[in-house]
């Protein structure tokens, strides 16, 4: 979705559900998206369509089940993937990344014993958003589609290359910026979290269309839960009431790995729209030990990878936030103070309309 399409969907009359659902989606498809809710209206409520069916719960064990689909997007595009060449953007490791796309997207691939990553992130109109390829030895997942079908077809390109079967696909959240690229992915087994799951089936019917963009189809939902994908540990967790109402994260303990999705940014703004900044810090802090720890490869929802420390560093910002909120009123107020106690942090955008949203929950 271009900008202009977005302000042309939010000159248009909702009610106030749909108004406030909206807002959530271009705060975190469209860091650029200066969201003002300026009416609301009450239109006579249409025939409520046939519910689309419920997916059966399952655990990480029963996912395991899913069938395993090998690729059969196009083959990737030579311009697409150039040779590997030293990039602008520096995980705090000091390594570059591996790959820049034509979009101006970023892939490092890091390799953590029998683990391998590749860690997407995409350029500054994309948020900064991430997506996780986790590759097995005789599988991969990809966790998150991005924010726009063009990445989503990005990242399957990319994915072709690996030569391995796609077993699984997952979604973090119920953020648009990690599930609307999922049309490059729609043959594959997808899970989330419930909520997620029943944002999606409930909340995207009543939102305009979106050019490419469709709504997933869902094989399962998850809650906690642990396995083993050859000799590799992999548990599942979830942190609720954090960023969003429930964040998907994957730990892989004998490789000290977190897929931490936005309950992690690394050098950017986050979206503060849920107003559930104890809790968020909370969640982080029930993290193990080894998670929090500089040897630790933290793969974030939104930044570079990073390690252990950011941690620490996401929950001074929290902390700064509730500050912030207890002591000033405006807006403008609250977020120039946060600017300016981390000056060298991206995404003021996303700032600016997560400030906006949550003085809506004052």
Not at 162 to 170: E, F, I, S
Not at 174 to 190: I, K, L, N, Q, V
């Amino acid at each position: 979705m271009r900008t202009s399409d977005l302000s042309r969907a939010c000159s248009r009359p909702y009610s106030r559900r749909q108004a406030l659902a909206f807002a959530s989606l271009s705060a975190s498809l469209l860091p650029g998206c200066q969201f003002l809710i300026t009416r609301f209206v009450e239109p006579a409520p249409p025939a409520p369509p046939p519910p689309p069916p419920v997916p059966a719960p399952v655990t990480a064990a029963t996912a395991a089940a899913a069938p395993v689909i090998a690729p059969t997007a196009p083959p990737l595009p030579s311009a697409a993937l150039p040779p590997p060449a030293p990039a602008p953007l520096v995980a705090p490791d000091g390594s570059s990344a591996t790959f820049v796309f034509e979009s101006g997207a970023h892939m490092w691939v890091l390799t953590r014993g029998a683990l391998k990553l590749h860690h997407y992130l995409t350029p500054e109109p994309g948020g900064r958003a991430t997506a996780v390829v986790v590759e097995f030895a005789d599988r991969v997942w990809v966790v998150d589609t991005l924010g726009a079908p063009e990445y989503g077809r990005e990242l399957r390109y990319y994915v072709n290359t690996l030569n391995k079967p796609v077993a699984r696909v997952y979604f973090t959240h119920e953020h648009p910026d990690t599930w609307s690229g999922w049309s490059a992915f729609s043959e594959f087994p997808t899970f989330t979290t419930r909520e997620t799951e029943l944002f999606l089936r409930t909340v995207m019917p009543t939102m305009p269309a979106r050019k490419d963009v469709l709504v997933p189809r869902l094989a399962g939902v998850l809650g906690h839960g642990d396995e083993r994908i050859g000799n590799v540990r992999v548990q599942i967790r979830l942190a609720r009431d954090a960023e969003s109402a429930a964040l998907l994260l994957l730990m892989f303990p004998d490789q000290n790995v977190l897929i931490s999705s936005d309950l992690i940014y690394q050098k950017r703004h986050p979206y503060l729209g849920n107003r559930q900044w104890a809790r968020w810090s909370e969640q982080l802090g029930q993290l193990p030990d080894w998670a929090k720890s500089p040897g630790a490869l933290v793969l974030p929802g939104h930044g570079a990878p990073t390690d252990g420390r950011a941690v620490a560093e996401m929950r001074r910002y929290l902390q700064a936030t509730q500050e912030a909120f207890a002591r000033l009123k405006a807006p403008q107020e609250i977020e120039n103070s946060l600017r300016a106690q981390f000056p060298d942090y991206g995404g003021a955008e996303l700032l600016r309309v997560g400030v906006a949203h949550a003085m809506l929950k004052r």
